[in-house]
């Protein structure tokens, strides 16, 4: 474990060091020798050599070039690792994917302050990945997999259940990592699977479960009005044509619910032009 390096918080840079919970990480993401991998956020490479040790290759992206000297050291022993030094964010998506010549899965211990960024960035630019194992905060993880039925349930929930298969595989406590956060954490599994429901126009989709959530005091007719500049009688229309109760709000509708919502929305659209 590196306890005398400086720690950025900026960063996010709360590190794990404990070989059970890394092969436990990377048994939930069902890595074996065939697998090739992409970590987000190497850190100082302890989960990167774990992940190494059991896949074919690991890819690990790594923005703080202050932990080069530790890295280089994991590439000694295994050197079916490659790390690339930059922000996620910012490195376009052919360099990451010339790394890999197969789909791959992502493994990561994500920096907090940029989780959902980063799984709606691989998911909307069709990053050729199979799945996503990644510790996140644990509220955020419980937010991902909640359904209509939870208080966490939201836009965030629906939007990644209409593309992944979610389950939380394990919650970690704060004192596994150095230095200690101030949350608990949880390991979640996202499955992609874009063909899990038809979706005729995911922008439209998108557009429908943002304004549907936008506003949480406001019953589903009105969120459809505000968001979409609509008249209280056409939401009516549109909510009855979607097969649903006027007063219904947002956060107790399911996927299903909300596509079949942004199809009559955009048929109503294309009967008004
Ligand atoms: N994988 C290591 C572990 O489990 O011990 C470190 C995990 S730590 C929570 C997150 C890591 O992501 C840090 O090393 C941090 O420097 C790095 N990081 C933060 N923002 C990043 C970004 N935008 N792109 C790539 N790496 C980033």
């Known amino acids: 474990m590196i306890t005398n390096f400086d720690f950025k918080k900026k960063f996010g840079q709360n590190f794990i060091s404990d070989k059970n919970l890394l092969n436990a990480i990377a048994d939930d993401a069902g890595v074996d020798a065939q697998t090739q991998v992409l970590e987000i956020g190497a850190g100082a490479g302890a989960l990167t050599e774990v992940l190494a040790e059991k896949a074919e290759k690991v890819v690990s992206i790594e923005i703080d070039k202050d932990l ?5 050291l994991v590439r000694v022993n295994h050197p ?4 690339i030094f930059g922000d996620f964010m910012r490195i376009d998506s052919e360099e990451i994917e010339s790394h890999f010549d197969k789909t791959y899965a992502v493994v990561a211990n994500l920096p907090y302050y940029i989780t959902t960024p980063i799984i709606f960035r691989l998911l909307e630019e069709k990053f050729n990945i199979s799945s996503m194992t990644l510790m996140v905060q644990k509220e955020v993880a419980e937010r991902f997999a909640a359904n209509e ?4 349930y939201g836009a965030v929930s629906v939007m990644l259940q209409s593309m992944c298969d979610i389950s939380v595989t394990r919650i970690v406590n704060r004192n596994m990592f150095f230095p200690q956060p101030n949350v ?16 005729p126009n995911r922008e439209m989709f998108a557009k429908v479960v943002k304004a549907a959530f936008m506003w949480r005091r406001k019953t589903l007719n009105n969120c459809l009005q505000m968001g979409f500049d ?3 009688v056409e939401v009516e229309q549109i909510i009855a044509a979607a097969g649903l109760k006027n007063q219904v709000r947002g956060e107790n509708l399911s996927v299903d619910d909300y596509i079949k919502l942004s199809v009559a929305v ?6 008004k032009n």
Not at 184 to 199: G, P, Q, R
């Open 149 to 152: 039925s939870n208080k966490e």
């Open 230 to 232: 609509f008249e209280k």
């Open 266 to 271: 955009e048929n109503h659209l294309n009967e």
């Open 80 to 83: 079916n690792v490659e790390f």
């Open 184 to 199: 608990d954490s949880a390991v979640v599994n996202l499955k992609i699977n874009f063909n899990k429901y038809n979706i």
């Open 68 to 72: 080069k000297p530790y890295l280089e």
